[in-house]
């Protein structure tokens, strides 16, 4: 089995910055990309950014020019730098992992979320 575990999350005033971490155990050969999602209340998850096992990243539009993403292999975790938080950030944050894992072979793993609340 696998798991993920993010942390990170609370509450920020607009403007304000926050970094989310996801860890990644469990037995696994090989974990490929990682990336964040969020879902907002009444919306469907989306992609917020993803990150090859080469470090090459990939972002949402909406978040261009303010997140950064980031991963650890050694550490087999993924970091979400999110600066200049707008109240349309504020969302379930999950993270999502696609793993090569002994028994299982090639499957796609997900957190059990961290919330971020962007208020005044």
């Known amino acids: 089995q696998v798991q993920l575990v993010e942390s990170g999350g609370g509450l920020v005033q607009p403007g304000g910055s926050l970094r989310l971490s996801c860890v990644a155990s469990?037995?696994?050969?090989?974990?490929?990309?990682m990336g964040w999602y969020r879902q907002a209340p009444g919306k469907q998850r989306e992609l917020v950014a993803d990150i090859t096992s080469g470090s090459s990243p990939n972002y949402a539009d909406s978040v261009k020019g303010r997140f950064t993403i980031s991963r650890d292999n050694a550490k087999n975790t993924v970091y979400l730098q999110m600066n200049s938080l707008k109240a349309e950030d504020t969302a379930v944050y999950y993270c999502?992992?696609?793993?090569?894992?002994?028994?299982?072979?090639?499957?796609?793993?997900w957190g059990q979320g961290t919330q971020v609340t962007v208020s005044s």
């Open positions: 999502n992992a696609a793993v090569i894992a002994l028994g299982v072979g090639f499957n796609k793993y």
């Open positions: 469990g037995s696994f050969f090989r974990i490929n990309s």
